[in-house]
């Protein structure tokens, strides 16, 4: 990977200059469009500087959308985000089709939309780049989830996992079945977290409201098990290694922390690397996949989860989920065929304080 994929904070004081140089961003032209680099010129540091500043001047609006008092969970402006991270991932993965852009532009009529404070906003989901339509009875659960009278605290699982669903598309028509599958895997595990958040949202009074009220003994604390897996890029450890799905997941496992009230009693990380390397040496997979665990627990750390309670563990090369044994015709697609190996697994075993 291009060392300037994992340097996102330099880009800070491009992304200051830019919005210095735009204004204020209630006078942004609604028909203003964020650009990035034609394809076939993303070639040079000078172009893939300027295409990171377009990343950071969209996360930075949308930040301050946020700052405005709309929260994080709001279906148009997670969708927003979500539209921004795909297209980031694909942009890393170095996808030279118009799905990129396309889905920074979707990102963008989400934000324009906020900023303006329209309404009412376009609910549609359309397939960028002709992605294919992919598991109708996934689009159709979303649906219906719009419809819910729990709706609210189910938006931003629905919104994201509509853009998943086009990415999975997406991947089906470029790479096949392979790369859409953990991206579908997503969607299935979204809907049904905001089936169940949708499900417990604003229960409804008791028809019999004349009765005398009776105070109904404190529901027990439960017992819950999360487990989650965070994936790097090859023979990487770094933050901003992590794949975004893996990210996005991380973030739905600690919004169900706090859904949750969760008070954790333990977990465990155990981290693992594939079988290739730049050096050709198991120990030197052993010690990357324990930096790989070093960094998801500073992930966990920086969002509350007390240290006392982390126990961590590295494997190396020794435990791979996919041995990937058949014969490829270039070294990126055993390196993609090998992702899941290049892993950090998390088990959570805690109580949940509020249900």
């Known amino acids: 990977m291009n060392p300037i994929f994992c340097s996102r904070l330099r880009l800070r004081v491009l992304a200051a200059a830019l919005l210095v140089a735009l204004g204020p961003l209630g006078a942004l032209d609604v028909d203003a469009q964020a650009a990035l680099t034609p394809a076939n010129d993303r070639i040079s540091d000078e172009a893939q500087h300027a295409d990171h500043a377009v990343y950071t001047q969209m996360q930075e609006r949308i930040h301050a959308i946020n700052e405005t008092g709309v929260p994080v969970r709001n279906y148009y402006l997670s969708k927003a985000q979500c539209w921004l991270d795909v297209s980031f991932h694909e942009y890393t993965r170095n996808d030279r089709s118009p799905f990129v852009q396309e889905s920074l532009a979707e990102s963008e009529k989400l934000v324009v939309a906020l900023e303006g404070k329209q309404s009412p906003i376009s609910t549609d989901t359309p397939l960028v780049n002709s992605a294919a339509r992919i598991r109708p009875d996934l689009w159709d659960r979303a649906r219906a989830l719009h419809a819910h009278s729990g709706f609210a605290c189910a938006q931003q699982r629905v919104a994201c996992s509509e853009v998943e669903l086009v990415h999975a598309g997406n991947e089906l028509n470029q790479q096949q079945w392979r790369h859409a599958k953990p991206y579908v ?38 017992a819950v098990k999360l487990s989650a897996q965070v994936v790097f890029e090859f023979d990487r450890f770094g933050r901003a290694d992590i794949r975004a799905a893996s990210l996005a997941s991380l973030e739905q496992l600690f919004q169900r922390l706090g859904a949750d009230q969760l008070e954790i009693k333990n977990l465990e990380l155990m981290g693992h690397a594939d079988r290739l390397n730049s050096t050709g040496h198991s120990d030197y997979n052993l010690v990357l996949s324990q930096k790989r665990v070093m960094t998801v627990r500073d992930l966990l750390l920086s969002r509350g989860v007390v240290a006392e309670r982390i126990q961590t563990d590295f494997k190396g090369d020794t435990q791979p989920v996919d041995a990937c044994t058949a014969k490829f015709p270039h070294e990126d697609g055993l390196r993609e065929c090998l992702l899941s190996n290049r892993r950090v697994d998390i088990r959570i075993e805690g109580i949940a304080r509020k249900r």
Do not use: F, R, Y
Request: negative net charge; charged residues 15%; glycine residues 2%.
């Open 185 to 222: 895997q997503m969607v299935e595990d979204g809907l049904n977290e905001a089936d169940a958040l949708a499900a417990s949202c604003n229960p409804p009074a008791p028809l019999v409201a004349a009765l005398p009220a009776v105070t109904a003994p404190a529901a027990p604390p439960e």
